[in-house]
C-alpha cells in the first residue's frame, strides 16, 4: 500500500486564471494545519493556468497536475501540449485516458503512447480507466477495465512510476456513486491484475477511485481494501468540499 492516500481534484475545462488563482488561495487557507503534507492533495487546473497556479504553490505541499498530454516531444501539432510543456510549468502528474477523452475517441493504443511521453518528460501519469453501463450490465466490467490497463501501459513501466484511478464511467458527473461492493470487487480486481504483472511491487501502486465523490461519501470509500485515493471532478470545483474530502485521506494516529 501507498502510505498516504492521494486525493485528486480534476478541474476539467472549468475557471479563468483568475477563478483557477482564488481556488488555489482558498485551498492554501488550511496550509497551517499540515494537511498536505498528512496525506498527498493535487490539483489539476487547465493548462491555461498551470504556470501562474504553480507559483502560488512553490512554497508548500500541494501538487499540481495537469489532464492531458500529447504523446510527441515538439513538432507540428497544432494546438497540443507536450509532456515536457507540462512539465515545465512546475507539474509533477498527468491525468491521461479520462473518459471524457476516451469517449472522444482517444484509444488505450494513443493513451499508452501520452504514458511513455509523461515518462520520458519525469511526470507521474494518473492513467485513467472504466466501463461504460453496459459493460457493467453484462457483466463484462472487469473484462473491460483489465483489458483498458493492459492496453494502455507501456511494456516497460514499472510500478513505482505510475497511478491508477478507476472511473466507472456511469458514476462520472452524474452524481450515481458506485457501491462499495463494487469498488471493492474491481479494486481487488485491479489488484490482481497488477500483482500479476509486476509480483509484490503491484502492491505499491496507488489505486484511485473516481466518479461523484464527495465529503458524505469520502471516507467511506477512501479506506476501503486496496483504495489508495479518490480522483474528483465536481466537487474539486469547491474549496470547502475539497478540503473535507482531503481531511478523510488523513489516516488517524
Ligand atoms: P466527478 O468527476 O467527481 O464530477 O464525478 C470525476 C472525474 O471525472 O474525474
Excluded at 479563468?16 to 485551498?27: N, P, V, W
Excluded at 501538487?63 to 501540449?81: E, I, N, R, Y
Amino acid at each position: 500500500m501507498p502510505n498516504q492516500k492521494l486525493i485528486a481534484g480534476n478541474w476539467k475545462m472549468n475557471g479563468l486564471t483568475g477563478d483557477c488563482l482564488a481556488l488555489t488561495d482558498d485551498l492554501l487557507r488550511v496550509n497551517d494545519t499540515g494537511l498536505f503534507e498528512k496525506t498527498r492533495v493535487l490539483v489539476c487546473p487547465p493548462f491555461t493556468a498551470l504556470n501562474l497556479v504553480a507559483e502560488r504553490l512553490s512554497q508548500n505541499h500541494l501538487l499540481l497536475g495537469a489532464q492531458d498530454c500529447h504523446a510527441a516531444q515538439s513538432g507540428a501539432h497544432t494546438g497540443c501540449v507536450s509532456a515536457e510543456m507540462v512539465r515545465d510549468t512546475g507539474c509533477t502528474y498527468v491525468i491521461l485516458g479520462h473518459s471524457e477523452r476516451r469517449n472522444g475517441g482517444e484509444t488505450s493504443a494513443e493513451v499508452k503512447e501520452k504514458v511513455s511521453a509523461a515518462l520520458r518528460a519525469g511526470l507521474t501519469p494518473i492513467l485513467c480507466v472504466g466501463e461504460q453501463e453496459t459493460d457493467r450490465d453484462n457483466n463484462q466490467h472487469i473484462d473491460v477495465v483489465s483489458e483498458q490497463i493492459d492496453s494502455s501501459l507501456p511494456d516497460d513501466i514499472t510500478a513505482d512510476k505510475f497511478v491508477l484511478a478507476y472511473e466507472p464511467v456511469w458514476a462520472i458527473g452524474t452524481g450515481r456513486t458506485a457501491s462499495t461492493d463494487d469498488i471493492i470487487e474491481m479494486h481487488e480486481a485491479i489488484r490482481k491484475n497488477l500483482n500479476n504483472r509486476f509480483g509484490s511491487e503491484g502492491d505499491y501502486v496507488a489505486v484511485l477511485y473516481g466518479g461523484s465523490v464527495k465529503p458524505a461519501n469520502a471516507y467511506e470509500i477512501l479506506w476501503l481494501e486496496n483504495v489508495d485515493g479518490v480522483l474528483v471532478g465536481g466537487a474539486s470545483l469547491n474549496a470547502e468540499d475539497f478540503i473535507k474530502i482531503a481531511e478523510a485521506g488523513v489516516a488517524e494516529e
